[in-house]
Structures are given as structure tokens and as C-alpha cells.
């Protein structure tokens, strides 16, 4: 397994493993990776230091630390699936309208409630420089029902 550092075009960067560096390659171009924070399918790798083994001899069986990050992995994806259904269930959808609908709420001008939807990162820290308590959550974006 090989640990590389992806990037987005909105310059989010984060980490992913693959059995090898065609596979990557493969998932890349066919759009099967997406970046957890916004969602866009257009990744590439990003540059990365080489490491430095202090053996030339490769495992053949993952490692302790190997198989305790993938459950924790696979324990961080169940509960980011869990808290989603929950947000979906119980808050209002405002999409691209989130950062001036959490504005009118803070203000006064709409009515409180609980609301989620798309913002950029500099739109998020606009957001908590003006007092405003939001949390961005990396999730998979679904794709939008055609009606």
C-alpha cells in the first residue's frame, strides 16, 4: 500500500492509500476520487517527499499499525456516515446559499434553525472571523436527484 498526498482544485490537500501507483492513476482519471472537504473529482497528486526505509526488505503482511489505521479508518467512515444521515434527517439544506443564509440567522433576519449546505474555505473562515460557529465536515458529496 502506498500513501499519497492528493490535492483539489480548491487547493484542499489530504491523504488516501492505494495498492499501487497505476491503480491511483486509474482512480484518478475515472473520477472514483473525490476530495472529502468539497467534493470535486478533479484530484491530482500532489508533490510529495520520497521515504527512506530503514530496511530493504518489504512486509508482505500489513503491520500492527497498518491494520490500526485501517479500523480506525473504517471506525472515522461509519461515524461520518452516521452523523450525515443525522444532519440530513434533522437540518435544512441551503446549499450554495449557506454562507448568507448562517449570516441572516446570526443577524436576525431569518429564523434560527439548524441549517448545512456548501462553502468554500475562505467563506468558512469569513464566517468565524464574524463570530459565526460553523464546522466544516469532509463527506462524499451525493449526487443531486434529477427531477
Known amino acids: 500500500m502506498i500513501l ?13 492509500w492505494f495498492r499501487n501507483s497505476t491503480v491511483v492513476e486509474k482512480l484518478i482519471k475515472a473520477g472514483e476520487v473525490s476530495c472529502p472537504v ?3 473529482k478533479k484530484v491530482q497528486k ?8 530503514k530496511s530493504s526488505v518489504r512486509e508482505e503482511t500489513p503491520s500492527n499499525d497498518q491494520t490500526e489505521l485501517r479500523a480506525a ?13 443525522v ?3 434533522n437540518f435544512d439544506d441551503v ?11 446570526f443577524y436576525g433576519e431569518s429564523k434560527p434553525r439548524a441549517i ?17 460557529e460553523v464546522r466544516a465536515i469532509p463527506w462524499k458529496k451525493r449526487p443531486r436527484k434529477l427531477s
Do not use: V
Open 4 to 16: 499519497y498526498d492528493l490535492t483539489c482544485p480548491k487547493e484542499h490537500l489530504f491523504e488516501s
Open 38 to 40: 468539497c467534493g470535486s
Open 46 to 53: 500532489a508533490p510529495m517527499a520520497p521515504r527512506i526505509g
Open 73 to 85: 479508518m473504517e471506525s472515522a467512515t461509519k461515524a461520518l456516515t452516521e452523523l450525515r444521515e
Open 87 to 89: 444532519i440530513e434527517k
Open 95 to 105: 446549499g450554495e446559499k449557506f454562507p448568507d443564509e448562517a449570516r441572516k440567522i
Open 116 to 132: 448545512y449546505g456548501d462553502a468554500s474555505k475562505e467563506e468558512t473562515e469569513a464566517l468565524l472571523e464574524e463570530g459565526i
